[in-house]
């Protein structure tokens, strides 16, 4: 069993940064992958970052430039810096982390909403 909790939602304007965490409460090295997703509403829940046991990192389009994510081995976080918000980045943002005996395990999210 893996327990992912989210943190650093909240209300942002246009155009500013926020970084959100994500707590895990395994060792980093024993998940295959953490990834970021979001869903805003009545959308499906799409995948904004991920990062492999390696601590490769993988973007969709829409997030390359904007978003990083990275991880902090000692404190077991995985965070998603995301700059030059706009209000199509309103989400819930959750964590996602899957295990190498096929396991998966989300967090319950946290919201993110970008004003205009």
């Known amino acids: 069993q893996v327990q992912l909790v989210e943190s650093g939602g909240g209300l942002v304007q246009t155009g500013e940064s926020l970084t959100l965490s994500c707590g895990t409460s395994r060792n980093l090295f024993t998940l295959k992958t953490v990834a970021w997703y979001r869903q805003a509403p009545g959308s499906q829940r799409e995948v904004v970052a991920s990062?492999?046991?390696?601590?490769?990192?993988n973007y969709p389009e829409h997030a390359k430039g904007r978003f990083t994510i990275s991880r902090d081995i000692a404190k077991k976080t995985v965070n998603l810096r995301m700059n030059s918000l706009k209000p199509d980045d309103t989400a819930v943002y959750y964590c996602y982390a899957d295990t190498y005996d096929g396991d998966t395990f989300w967090g319950p999210g946290t919201q993110v909403t970008v004003s205009a």
């Open positions: 990062i492999s046991n390696l601590g490769i990192t």
